[in-house]
Each structure stands twice: as C-alpha cells, then as structure tokens.
C-alpha cells in the first residue's frame, strides 16, 4: 500500500511539473520575447504540428483548395518552339483544422504570417509546365484563425501552347494554364475557383496592356477526370485569350509589297512595244526579292504550317514574274523583224475582230500611234524600238513615177542598153519599195495584234490582282473584328 501511495503521487509531480513547464514555454517567455503575442502564437500553432499529413480531423473529408488566377504581363509567344511565357498573380486558399485558435487568447490576433516550409501546402502545379521560370521566392503564407490558409504568389508560367499562325499578324491565341494535384485524387483534395468566372473572365485589373498583345478574356472551366476509371482527380483550366496588335506588321510589311504591286501596274501604261517597260518590271522584281529577304527574319516560322502573309507574298512575286513574261512576249511580238511572217487569219479573227469587240479595247488608238511619221518610214534595227507607220503616200508616188519614167524611156529608145540598165535599176527600187511597205504591214499588223493582247493581258492581270487583295483584306478584316 505505501509503495502504491507513493508511485501514485510520484506521477502527480511529474504531470505537474510538465504542464507547468509548457505553460512557461508558451506564456511566460522572458527576455526580449517576453509578452511577445506573435511569438506565443507561434509556438502555440507549430506544437506537434505534422506537416507531411493532409490537415483535417476526418480522414474521410476532403480538402477543398480554392484558386485563383490573373494575367500581369505576356512576355514572350514563341511560334518555333510553341511555347508561351506569361506573368501571373497566382492566389489560392485552404483550410487547416489544425492551425486555428481563440483570438480573445492571444490579444485579438486574427491573422499571422508564418513560413510557407513549416506547414502542409497542397501539390497543385501547372501541367503545361516546360521550363521553370524566374519567379520570386515568397517565404510565408498568411494563416487566419478559423485556419484558413492563403498563399499568393507571382508567377512567370513558361507552357507549352499550340500556337496557330496562319492568321498572322491578326492571329488570336487561345493558351491553357490547367492546375491540378499530382498525385491526390478528389478524396483527398478537390478544386473550385475564389470568384465567379464572370469575374476571372472580365478582370485586366492587372495586365500591363502596353505591349504587342492584348489580353482578350481568360476562361475558367472545371472538370474531374479518371484514368482509370477509379481514382478521380480534379482540375481547374484557365484558357488566356490574347490577341496580336497588327500595326507595326501592316506598316512594315503589308504597305511596301502593296505599293510595288501599284507600281508594276503602273508600269503597263508604258507602250508595248518599248523596252524600258522590261527593264522597269525586272527593277522591281530585283526590289521585292530585296524586300522578302529583309522580312523573312520578321516573319514566325513553324514546321507545321505557313502563314497566310507568307503566302501572299509568294503570289506577289509570282504575279510580278508573270507580269515580266507578259512583258517580254509583248514586246517580242510587235519587235520588227525582215523574216517575221504575216499575221495567221485565225488571230486576226480572234483578237482584231472579236475580243476588241467583246472587251471594248478601241483598235483606232493603234492606227492613230501607227500613221505617225515621214513620208518614207525608217526602220531602226536595234532591241528598244519600232517604228510603224500607216503612211504610204511616199513611196506609191516613187512607183507611180518609176513606171512613168520607164514607159516614157522605154517609148523613145527601147533597145538602148544604157535605158535597159535604167529600167532594171528602176524596178529593182520598186521591188525594194514594194518590199519595204509589205515588210510595215506586217509590222502594222503585229502591233495591232501586241496592242490588243497587252490591253487584254492587262485587264485580266489587274482583276487577279483586285480580287486576290480584295479577298486577303477581306479575311484579315474578318479576323481582326471577331
């Protein structure tokens, strides 16, 4: 009985003097932490706190984390690699069962600031994540005391994005930031959003909206999912719409290639049948291949896909080669040359009686070009000009006088051979002259042919012009306004 007695109240001074010791501990602090209300708090909150063990007194009750999501800054869209940097405000809240306390017992204490190492912190990540990104360390969490827990943090987000280019530059971009737990399933965790979506969605409250894209809208929607018809995990998707700010692109690229294409059709109303047109239209030719080659580094490249600018600008260069052959075959047909053989019926048939007709082209601004000049035309053998003329009335008088004279001649002494050699050199001149005239009506007639064919060559190159830019702005006008 005496040693029973004494063990007994052996074990009451024991429990006395630990009870006594953590009272000590967490409210009689001495020296500078003395009466230290965050201090005590402190200590009362991290006493046999287990952070690697979910918070909740229930095993069977889940963990709702709630989340949130703004968009400060888009700092870079890659379109080669598919990758989108942006910078974040990263928000989310949980409740911890076990970090709660009376308020009227630590001096009305609400809220305290505590690492973010020394509690149980959910392991919610991103999973478009491909780089890690040069975000600031936040240390510490804020913790309430009905134990909700917030941690807020910026974040840059370094993902992967399916980026479309073939809109570009008035392309729209549509990322996805999905966030869910790794490893916890719904039992254990679950995720909802800290505001409405209508809210999320509407809120540039942050983005700095200075630079190149503009920040549309971002869509929140949320979802559980099984891989194995099992387990059910829980995830939350921000969808980040952004859109390109087209005016730099349309500056430096759209206006100079329109305004060389204004240029090579100005460059028909030069006459056909002259050579500087050539020279001219390979000018510009040389001045646009200088013009993709600046703009080729300006333009995003992809493996997967061109986008429709590039495409435009290789039909801008393949109308200018088609424009250079048109000219170039013009200018080979009406070129004057001594064996150049007469016009076929069948093309008189077609392009001087029909299409003058069926496209209104007027053939008097031919004849009015060609009865131009002497008397007796001169023929310039070279590569840049020919001269046509419709006159003839020069030359029929030196036949008309030539066969005078050789009738007269041939009447007074026809058997001289001086007047013989007279009379063959007569009729050779006439042979020449008869040579000449029908050598200009052929020529007459090929450019009357080149005439009507540049007219009608040109009005079928400016409507494949005028519907291929009317379509492409029509396009881009269309996605700039959606």
Same mark, same amino acid.
């Given at each position: 009985?005496?040693?029973?007695?004494?063990?007994?109240? %052996?074990?009451?001074?024991?429990?006395?003097?630990?009870?006594?010791?953590?009272?000590?501990?967490?409210?009689?602090?001495?020296?500078?932490?003395?009466?230290?209300?965050?201090?005590?708090?402190?200590?009362?909150?991290?006493?046999?706190?287990?952070?690697?063990?979910?918070?909740?007194?229930?095993?069977?009750?889940?963990?709702?984390?709630?989340?949130?999501?703004?968009?400060?800054?888009?700092?870079?869209?890659?379109?080669?690699?598919?990758?989108?940097?942006?910078?974040?405000?990263?928000?989310?809240?949980?409740?911890?069962?076990?970090?709660?306390?009376?308020?009227?017992?630590?001096?009305?204490?609400?809220?305290?600031?505590?690492?973010?190492?020394?509690?149980?912190?959910?392991?919610?990540?991103?999973?478009?994540?491909?780089?890690?990104?040069?975000?600031?360390?936040?240390?510490?969490?804020?913790?309430?005391?009905?134990?909700?827990?917030?941690?807020?943090?910026?974040?840059?987000?370094?993902?992967?994005?399916?980026?479309?280019?073939?809109?570009?530059?008035?392309?729209?971009?549509?990322?996805?930031?999905?966030?869910?737990?790794?490893?916890?399933?719904?039992?254990?965790?679950?995720?909802?959003?800290?505001?409405?979506?209508?809210?999320?969605?509407?809120?540039?409250?942050?983005?700095?909206?200075?630079?190149?894209?503009? %920040?549309?809208?971002?869509?929140?929607?949320?979802?559980?999912?099984?891989?194995?018809?099992?387990?059910?995990?829980?995830?939350?998707?921000?969808?980040?719409?952004?859109?390109?700010?087209?005016?730099?692109?349309?500056?430096?690229?759209?206006?100079?290639?329109?305004?060389?294409?204004?240029?090579?059709?100005?460059?028909?109303?030069?006459?056909?049948?002259?050579?500087?047109?050539?020279?001219?239209?390979?000018?510009?030719?040389?001045?646009?291949?200088?013009?993709?080659?600046?703009?080729?580094?300006?333009?995003?490249?992809?493996?997967?896909?061109?986008?429709?600018?590039?495409?435009? @600008?290789?039909?801008?260069?393949?109308?200018?080669?088609?424009?250079?052959?048109?000219?170039?075959?013009?200018?080979?047909?009406?070129?004057?040359?001594?064996?150049?053989?007469?016009?076929?019926?069948?093309?008189?048939?077609?392009?001087?009686?029909?299409?003058?007709?069926?496209?209104?082209?007027?053939?008097?601004?031919?004849?009015?070009?060609?009865?131009?000049?002497?008397?007796?035309?001169?023929?310039?053998?070279?590569?840049?000009?020919?001269?046509?003329?419709?006159?003839?009335?020069?030359?029929?008088?030196?036949?008309?006088?030539?066969?005078?004279?050789?009738?007269?001649?041939?009447?007074?002494?026809?058997?001289?051979?001086?007047?013989?050699?007279?009379?063959?050199?007569?009729?050779?001149?006439?042979? @020449?002259?008869?040579?000449?005239?029908?050598?200009?009506?052929?020529?007459?007639?090929?450019?009357?042919?080149?005439?009507?064919?540049?007219?009608?060559?040109?009005?079928?190159?400016?409507?494949?012009?005028?519907?291929?830019?009317?379509?492409?702005?029509?396009?881009?006008?269309?996605?700039?306004?959606?």
């Amino acid at each position: 009985m005496k040693c029973s007695a004494l063990w007994t109240a %052996l074990c009451v001074c024991v429990y006395g003097a630990v009870v006594t010791c953590s009272v000590k501990k967490l409210s009689n602090n001495t020296g500078r932490f003395a009466n230290a209300t965050l201090v005590r708090l402190n200590e009362f909150l991290s006493a046999g706190y287990k952070k690697g063990v979910r918070p909740v007194r229930d095993w069977r009750q889940s963990t709702t984390v709630a989340i949130d999501l703004m968009v400060y800054a888009i700092l870079n869209v890659d379109e080669k690699n598919q990758v989108l940097t942006t910078y974040v405000w990263y928000r989310q809240q949980w409740t911890d069962e076990f970090l709660a306390w009376d308020p009227e017992e630590f001096d009305e204490v609400k809220q305290i600031s505590i690492p973010t190492a020394n509690i149980w912190v959910p392991d919610i990540l991103i999973n478009e994540f491909v780089d890690v990104g040069k975000s600031p360390e936040i240390p510490y969490v804020y913790v309430g005391n009905t134990g909700l827990v917030r941690n807020y943090k910026p974040i840059q987000v370094v993902t992967a994005c399916s980026l479309n280019i073939y809109n570009f530059p008035y392309d729209v971009q549509k990322c996805s930031l999905t966030f869910q737990s790794w490893l916890h399933t719904t039992k254990d965790i679950n995720i909802t959003l800290m505001r409405t979506p209508e809210e999320v969605m509407n809120d540039k409250s942050v983005f700095m909206n200075q630079g190149e894209w503009e %920040l549309l809208h971002v869509l929140s929607t949320y979802k559980d999912f099984s891989v194995d018809n099992d387990d059910y995990y829980a995830e939350m998707k921000f969808h980040v719409v952004i859109r390109r700010r087209p005016l730099f692109y349309t500056v430096n690229l759209l206006l100079p290639s329109v305004f060389l294409m204004v240029m090579d059709i100005v460059g028909f109303y030069l006459p056909p049948d002259s050579g500087e047109r050539v020279s001219f239209k390979i000018t510009l030719l040389l001045g646009y291949s200088v013009f993709l080659i600046i703009v080729s580094d300006t333009l995003p490249a992809t493996a997967i896909g061109t986008p429709l600018i590039g495409v435009y @600008f290789v039909v801008c260069m393949a109308l200018l080669v088609i424009s250079l052959t048109e000219s170039v075959l013009i200018v080979r047909l009406v070129h004057k040359q001594d064996l150049q053989s007469r016009v076929p019926q069948w093309v008189k048939h077609l392009v001087l009686e029909k299409a003058t007709v069926l496209f209104c082209i007027r053939n008097k601004k031919v004849c009015s070009v060609l009865s131009q000049g002497s008397d007796l035309p001169l023929y310039k053998e070279n590569n840049m000009n020919t001269a046509v003329h419709c006159n003839h009335h020069s030359s029929e008088g030196s036949r008309d006088s030539g066969r005078n004279l050789g009738l007269g001649l041939s009447t007074r002494d026809s058997g001289s051979p001086v007047m013989d050699g007279i009379l063959r050199e007569i009729t050779t001149i006439r042979q @020449f002259l008869e040579k000449k005239d029908e050598s200009r009506e052929i020529a007459k007639e090929w450019l009357q042919v080149g005439y009507v064919l540049d007219v009608l060559l040109f009005r079928v190159y400016l409507l494949t012009v005028l519907a291929y830019s009317i379509t492409l702005g029509s396009l881009w006008s269309v996605w700039q306004n959606v």
